[in-house]
């Protein structure tokens, strides 16, 4: 090979487990950088790739050139990509297509930049100093300015993006990105300060100088808060500024979600409780790989422990990372730390439009901020240097992505920590399993919140047995005259309530009242639901819908009986029972429109809403003070779910939406109806006490050799032909036990259950089956499953037959 050329790692986003080398050609060695995406010949076709090392030497013959580099600037730095080989290695996938996952979406942002001619390119025409290509460019831009990806139509050849930079490097074009959607205008604010030195203030009016002396002890204040300490200001500034007291000036203001300016705040007085949790964290800052658990009941200021911590984060030179589980909590999370930390936030959500992400994704790279904040894929946040990771609500099932690489970024948040010599900060009233149990091997250090700040008392939670309604007729089935009782007292004194169900629609369980057949969704077996707004059948789980008008599929008759209940018909009987009351739902169904969530949030807020009914949207994380009753509904839904999990599900939403009674002045009150009263999951967070839940719990997963105990990986097989699949899942079957049984050291290490038919057998019509394959530790799983992979690929990679690997299952229906 020629000596003269450089050699790189590339990462294909494609379904293929090596990295491959390429060379550069000196014309686009320059661009070249760890963290660019190239545009590279493989097989025949053009596909993108990952940079992930340059070199020098190589010893590889026939090395093929790549065509293009595709970015202006790097989309991740070096210090990343350890990381991301961590996670195709744990999670079994091609280490492409995790570079992939883990950028923004819709990274084509091509779409969004228009080019144009400078006058130093115009000069380079007439000089004709430019290449004939230049020269061509050149030309089509001194006629009109045009968007990037027009450019290849416009000169009729394509038309490698490194000449484009090398263009823009010379000054001779100009590059302008445009978001899509446009930009929010920044909110401007007035404010006033005092103006030093000060004129003697002997004269002035009582008022006036009540405003010089606020202004003495505030370096700056908006007009707006002032107003509420001296309600005749807005009157007043003008004068004082004529005098010389005080200076008028305009701030940029943050918005929050609901659209008001964010007031700048400031570190609040911790509470002793608070004080310890951030002093123990804050020591070992700086000083390599730690992980804690925050365990802090409800409404005990986790947050403020979050800030503070970020804050000494800060000034020691780190940057933070923190992961909300859902956007409606990341907008309550990014106000505070707006009103904390000012410009020196980013967010990452799917809310962003692309350009948005994309635009804040950079900041991050380029370091302008120091705190990334942002739902489970904000764990990719590609910071160069990281020293703190915090997690909120780490036991929320949306950390667990389903569906292409399938991760936890919970977990994730916590290697990334360990690979950067970071902090990890797990955060929750109502910690996993996993969580406490690492707790309890020394692997997380325990740090406790045990009580509500101000010395607010938790909610008083009294359990009502609904057996004692099951003769019952109607509404009373499921208001209890406890209920009823409580909701009417709260709104008497104007108080709010919160009531939860978590299953949506009107009715669940739709049956023909003449021959007992179940109203099935076409293409899962899975009952139906009745919406009653859109007069429709729907399945949640594929979305099929059907006329409620229809008849019985068997023997068509119309007479069917709708059974079960969901949110949209405790809505609708609220709605009979307490005709004055303003009456919300808040579930899928009702915030499926971009803002409506916030617009509930903020209705709630405003007071507009005396009575929320709501699915688990309700139960995360939210601080609204004038809730003080909150009724769940049936606490049982997901107790039968067939998964060793439901008992913690089942504690963790019941003590979680408990918690959103009584935040504010006035204690709160929750009433939990349920079958079970007995049951320990009951129990534990009627008593707010996950470690009584812990103690019981352990105890079963032990027993039963379940995780913590034992780790899992899930072979997920669908098919579109029920035979066909029934057998593909019996030949993988096969295949795992060939590979066991000629190993000693697998016998010893993997058992395999299964196959078996899936316990909703058919979704979206695809059938399904499962294995599970099961060990002590994650390194035999993993060992095993890759033996089987490489061995037979054909079987994993076919066009007919669909087969997910899921490391460390979550939903195993
Ligand atoms: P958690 O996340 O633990 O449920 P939050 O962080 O939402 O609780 O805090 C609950 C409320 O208590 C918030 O309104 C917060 O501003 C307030 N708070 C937190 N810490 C303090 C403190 N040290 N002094 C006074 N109020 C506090
Ligand atoms: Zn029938
Ligand atoms: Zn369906």
Not at 362 to 370: D, Q
Not at 371 to 388: E, N
Not at 439 to 467: F, Q, S
Request: charge should be positive; hydrophobic fraction near 40%.
């Amino acid at each position: 090979m020629t000596d003269n050329l450089t050699y790189i790692d590339v990462a294909v986003a494609l379904p293929v487990y090596n990295t491959y080398t390429y060379a550069v050609p000196g014309s686009l060695l320059p661009f070249a950088a760890v963290g660019k995406r190239v545009l590279i010949p493989f097989k025949r076709r053009k596909v993108t790739g990952y940079i992930l090392d340059i070199n020098y030497k190589t010893d590889l013959k026939e090395i093929k050139l790549i065509l293009d580099i595709l970015d202006d600037e790097p989309l991740f730095p070096p210090a990343m990509i350890p990381f991301f080989i961590w996670i195709a290695d744990y999670y079994i996938h091609p280490v492409g297509e995790v570079i992939k996952c883990a950028l923004p979406g819709g990274l084509n942002i091509y779409d969004y930049i228009t080019i144009s001619i400078s006058k130093k390119g115009k000069k380079a025409l007439e000089k004709k100093i430019a290449t004939t290509v230049e020269k061509e460019i050149l030309n089509l831009l001194k006629e009109e300015s045009f968007r990037l990806r027009d450019l290849g139509r416009k000169l009729k050849k394509e038309t490698p993006m490194a000449l484009l930079y090398s263009m823009k490097d010379r000054g001779w074009i100009i590059s302008k990105r445009k978001l899509k959607g446009g930009r929010t205008r920044p909110l401007m604010e007035r404010y006033v300060s005092l103006k030093t030195p000060c004129p003697p203030c002997e004269r002035l009016s009582v008022q006036r100088k009540m405003i010089v002396d606020i202004l003495k002890t505030e370096s700056d204040i908006s007009v707006k808060n002032l107003k509420t300490r001296v309600p005749s200001a807005l009157r007043l500034i003008k004068p004082l500024e004529k005098t010389g007291h005080i200076s008028i000036f305009q701030k940029r203001a943050y918005r929050d979600p609901f659209g008001d300016a964010i007031e700048a705040d400031e570190s609040l007085h911790l509470t002793p409780e608070q004080k310890t949790a951030v002093s123990k964290v804050a020591d070992s800052l700086g000083k390599g790989y730690a992980a804690y658990l925050l365990a802090g009941v409800t409404g005990s200021g986790k947050t403020e422990v979050y800030m503070q911590l970020a804050s000494k984060a800060i000034k020691k030179g780190c940057c933070v990372l923190v992961l909300i589980p859902e956007i409606a909590l990341i907008s309550q999370m990014e106000r505070r730390f707006r009103a904390r930390f000012g410009e020196c936030v980013a967010v990452l959500h799917s809310g962003l439009s692309a350009g948005e992400r994309y635009d804040q994704w950079l900041r991050i790279a380029r370091k302008e901020v120091k705190i990334a904040l942002g739902a489970r894929s904000a764990v990719f946040s590609p910071f160069p240097d990281i020293g703190l990771i915090i997690v909120d609500e780490e036991h929320d099932t949306s950390y667990k992505q389903e569906g292409n690489l399938r991760y936890n970024a919970r977990d994730l948040a916590v290697v990334r920590a360990k690979l950067n010599g970071a902090i990890a900060l797990l955060g929750s009233a109502t910690p996993s399993i996993e969580s406490y149990y690492n707790v309890k091997a020394e692997k997380y250090t325990e740090l406790n919140l045990k009580n509500r700040v101000e010395k607010r008392p938790l909610p008083e939670i009294k359990i009502v047995d609904l057996r004692k309604s099951r003769g019952k007729r109607g509404f009373r089935r499921f208001i209890t005259p406890e209920l009823y009782e409580g909701m009417n007292q709260a709104l008497s004194h104007g108080e709010q309530v919160l009531l939860f169900l978590n299953r949506r629609g009107f009715a669940s369980y739709p049956v023909c009242g003449i021959c007992g057949e179940a109203v099935k969704c076409k293409n899962c077996d899975i009952s139906l639901t009745l919406h009653r707004k859109s007069n429709a059948y729907k399945c949640h789980y594929c979305g099929f819908t059907m006329a409620s008008a229809s008849n019985c599929r068997s023997c068509d008759s119309n007479k069917i009986i709708q059974l079960g209940l969901g949110t949209e018909k405790v809505e609708a009987v609220v709605a009979d029972l307490f005709p004055d009351a303003g009456i919300k739902r808040m579930d899928r169904d009702t915030t499926t429109r971009k803002g409506s969530i916030v617009k509930l949030l903020k209705d709630l807020k405003k007071g507009n809403i005396d009575i929320l009914v709501g699915t688990q949207m309700v139960t995360k994380g939210h601080d609204f003070p004038n809730i003080t009753l909150v009724g769940i509904i049936c606490a049982d839904l997901s107790l039968n779910f067939p998964d060793f999990r439901a008992g913690e599900r089942t504690f963790q939403l019941l003590a979680q939406v408990a918690g959103r009674a009584g935040r504010g002045d006035i204690p709160g009150r929750v009433i939990l109806q349920t079958y079970n009263p007995d049951h320990y999951s009951i129990i534990a967070a009627r008593d707010q006490d996950f470690k009584s839940f812990y103690k019981t719990e352990i105890g079963f997963r032990k027993a039963l050799n379940y995780p913590p105990f034992s780790r899992m990986i899930q072979l997920k097989i669908s098919g579109k032909d029920k035979k066909m699949t029934g057998q593909h899942a019996q030949i993988l079957g096969d295949l795992c036990r060939t590979v066991q049984v000629s190993n000693q050291y697998f016998l010893k290490t993997v058992q395999i259950l299964g196959p078996i038919e899936a316990s909703i057998p058919r979704i979206a019509r695809r059938y399904r089956w499962q294995i599970l394959l099961k060990s002590m530790g994650a390194k035999p799983l993993h060992k095993f499953i890759r033996k089987i992979m490489l061995k037979n690929n054909v079987y994993f990679n076919n066009r007919y037959i669909k087969v997910v690997v899921d490391v460390d299952p979550f939903f195993m229906m």
